[in-house]
């Protein structure tokens, strides 16, 4: 994810400078570091400079070896300890004086800045306490994202995250909550994106926000939503069958309604029931059809990031031990997970018993 591109999208939405700095601050999050006092996002053009210049705390020229560095810069806040330096940077001093002349006759004055200044402007003497504070509301925010993150990155298609930070109010309207609500962005995997929104724009982003779509624009691929248009039956169960002969290495035995019976080579059945992202079971069968191992979206146990669960094991003594499967309801989407449940029953045949082939 780029943030110029982000930056990009703000201009195209006519969000001003402060706007526009809002935006990075929300994704910023996930770029600082302990010891950097600042997040430096490099400008391409000087009409953008220009745009960024003109909300900014303050606008200067710093000169570090020989290069000329014009800076649009935003100063440290209470939400987020370092300043942001929007900026574009050249050796050449004739290019600084053309630059420099197009942002003037803009009504924007800005001069050299030596060392001390600039670090006053960035406050970096106060940098390491204003990061400690803002790292431990950081971390009690993303808690629940990252635990999420971590289930997901394991049982499915997903492998990144991005929390957007809003400091314990909704991102949308600032309004405070405790509320988190995530989306996925699916390209050739899944990249988890988490916020905080109040009850109304949690409804809202459901019915795809604006919000929603924006992010959806700037980072690629499709949204899914919870209640993105519902896939027909068809295509859900088609989408199921081709995941399971593909990349499962399976043989359907059976379509039923939205039921999908498929074999392994070994014997080991999976049976599919898919009726909706919130009504499904993954079932995995031994040879003889007694019953291993389930995903499933019963709200039956008390699991965190519930409902969905996993019984890795259904002999009797353990059938109701269940562990949070973070899983989507979508076959494509679960690969990960029904692939290892796949994997332990097909190991625990060729302990017991050989293989029949
Ligand atoms: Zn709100
Ligand atoms: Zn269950």
Same mark, same amino acid.
């Given at each position: 994810?780029?943030?110029?591109?982000?930056?990009?999208?703000?201009?195209?939405?006519?969000?001003?400078?402060?706007?526009?700095?809002?935006?990075?601050? *929300?994704?910023?999050?996930?770029?600082?570091?302990?010891?950097?006092?600042?997040?430096?996002?490099?400008?391409?053009? /000087?009409?953008?400079?220009?745009?960024?210049?003109?909300?900014?705390?303050?606008?200067?020229?710093?000169?570090?070896?020989?290069?000329?560095?014009?800076?649009?810069?935003?100063?440290? +806040?209470?939400?987020?300890?370092?300043?942001?330096?929007?900026?574009?940077?050249?050796?050449?001093?004739?290019?600084?004086?053309?630059?420099?002349?197009?942002?003037?006759?803009? =009504?924007?004055?800005?001069?050299?800045?030596?060392?001390? =200044?600039?670090?006053?402007?960035?406050?970096?003497?106060?940098?390491?306490?204003?990061?400690?504070?803002?790292?431990?509301?950081?971390?009690?925010?993303?808690?629940?994202?990252?635990?999420?993150?971590?289930?997901?990155?394991?049982? +499915?298609?997903?492998?990144?995250?991005?929390?957007?930070?809003?400091?314990?109010? *909704?991102?949308?309207?600032?309004?405070?909550?405790?509320?988190?609500? +995530?989306?996925?962005?699916?390209? /050739?995997?899944?990249?988890?994106?988490?916020?905080?929104? *109040?009850?109304?724009?949690?409804?809202?982003?459901?019915?795809?926000?604006?919000?929603?779509? !924006?992010?959806? /624009?700037?980072?690629?691929?499709?949204?899914?939503?919870?209640?993105?248009?519902?896939?027909?039956?068809?295509?859900?169960?088609?989408?199921?069958?081709?995941?399971?002969?593909?990349?499962?290495?399976? +043989?359907?035995?059976?379509?039923?309604?939205?039921?999908?019976?498929?074999?392994? /080579?070994?014997?080991?059945?999976?049976?599919?029931?898919?009726?909706?992202?919130?009504?499904?079971? !993954?079932?995995?069968?031994?040879?003889? =059809?007694?019953?291993?191992?389930?995903?499933?979206?019963?709200?039956?146990?008390?699991?965190? !990031?519930?409902?969905?669960?996993?019984?890795?094991?259904?002999?009797?003594?353990?059938?109701?031990?269940?562990?949070?499967?973070?899983?989507?309801?979508?076959?494509?989407?679960?690969?990960?997970?029904?692939?290892?449940?796949?994997?332990?029953?097909?190991?625990?045949?060729?302990?017991?018993?050989?293989?029949?082939?």
């Amino acid at each position: 994810m780029k943030l110029n591109d982000v930056i990009k999208d703000c201009i195209n939405l006519k969000l001003d400078g402060c706007a526009t700095d809002s935006a990075i601050q *929300c994704f910023g999050g996930n770029l600082l570091e302990e010891k950097r006092p600042v997040l430096a996002i490099e400008i391409s053009t /000087k009409e953008i400079l220009l745009w960024m210049m003109q909300g900014a705390t303050n606008a200067h020229i710093y000169i570090s070896a020989g290069v000329f560095h014009m800076n649009a810069l935003y100063g440290p +806040t209470e939400s987020f300890p370092a300043a942001r330096i929007y900026f574009m940077k050249t050796e050449n001093l004739l290019l600084v004086g053309k630059i420099g002349a197009y942002i003037e006759q803009h =009504g924007i004055r800005f001069g050299p800045v030596n060392d001390a =200044g600039f670090s006053k402007l960035i406050d970096d003497a106060g940098y390491a306490q204003r990061y400690e504070a803002w790292h431990e509301k950081w971390k009690a925010d993303t808690r629940s994202f990252d635990g999420l993150l971590g289930g997901r990155r394991e049982n +499915t298609a997903v492998d990144q995250g991005i929390w957007l930070s809003s400091d314990g109010r *909704c991102l949308v309207c600032g309004v405070k909550t405790d509320r988190m609500a +995530t989306s996925t962005v699916w390209g /050739k995997s899944g990249m988890m994106i988490g916020m905080q929104l *109040c009850l109304t724009h949690e409804a809202e982003s459901q019915k795809q926000s604006t919000l929603l779509n !924006y992010l959806a /624009k700037h980072l690629g691929g499709t949204v899914m939503f919870s209640n993105m248009r519902p896939r027909t039956a068809e295509e859900a169960l088609e989408q199921a069958c081709e995941a399971l002969t593909v990349n499962l290495e399976c +043989t359907i035995v059976k379509v039923e309604e939205q039921t999908v019976t498929a074999r392994r /080579k070994t014997g080991v059945t999976v049976v599919i029931r898919q009726h909706s992202p919130s009504n499904y079971a !993954y079932n995995i069968l031994s040879p003889e =059809g007694k019953q291993l191992s389930r995903v499933d979206s019963a709200n039956h146990h008390k699991v965190p !990031y519930g409902p969905d669960h996993v019984h890795s094991d259904l002999r009797k003594s353990t059938k109701n031990v269940v562990k949070a499967s973070f899983t989507y309801g979508d076959v494509g989407l679960d690969l990960k997970l029904i692939l290892k449940l796949i994997q332990e029953a097909e190991g625990k045949l060729s302990n017991n018993q050989k293989v029949i082939h």
